[in-house]
């Protein structure tokens, strides 16, 4: 029985350890912010945090922090976030602010994303006209709630949601999304 307890122990240990270190990565540094302009601060706490970006421009991803281009302030504009399997959450989401360039968000098997998250993202002024392609998947804190929040996107076209089982009522959340945002496309892969 010891045994048994110090091995789960150890892995909730491990398990602390690793979500007080993403919390940490997710630390907004508002004076980062206003030095670097809201593009390369949100690019550097993306990269720390797993993800990916595309700047306008660009043809491929920066997924390396130290490969991050350099140059005037302001020159590099995020297009495109790619969160893939990344640390992100709400706690950094602030970084998002500012950001007026964004076409394009992939939320796949992101363990930190939850529908606070959804609502956030939803409520950025720039985001809501820039925003038109998205995808959600295997996001298991997910729910109908921060999927419908999606709808102040007023220029989203495509979202694609699979893997999510806190989406308990398809049919009313994909209605009450195409209601508001009659151009969107909405495609599912829930069952």
């Not at 979202?159 to 151009?183: C, E, H, M, N």
């Amino acid at each position: 029985m010891g045994l048994l307890l110090r091995t789960a122990q150890s892995v909730l240990s491990r398990r602390h350890f690793w979500g007080w270190l993403n919390a940490v990565f997710n630390k907004v540094d508002y004076e980062r912010i206003k030095a670097a302009g809201p593009d390369r601060a949100a690019a550097e706490w993306l990269l720390r945090c797993g993800a990916k970006v595309r700047f306008q421009g660009f043809d491929r991803w920066h997924h390396d922090y130290n490969g991050l281009p350099t140059g005037p302030l302001g020159r590099y504009k995020i297009q495109a976030i790619d969160a893939t399997e990344s640390c992100i959450m709400y706690r950094g989401f602030d970084y998002l602010d500012g950001l007026k360039n964004v076409e394009e968000i992939k939320f796949h098997k992101c363990i930190y994303i939850e529908d606070v998250c959804l609502e956030r993202l939803s409520s950025i002024e720039s985001l809501q006209e820039s925003v038109f392609m998205m995808e959600v998947v295997s996001c298991g804190n997910v729910t109908d709630k921060g999927v419908i929040a999606l709808h102040k996107l007023r220029n989203l076209e495509y979202l694609f949601l699979s893997d999510l089982p806190g989406i308990k009522d398809k049919q009313t959340t994909v209605v009450r999304l195409q209601k508001a945002l009659p151009r969107l496309d909405v495609a599912l892969d829930l069952d």
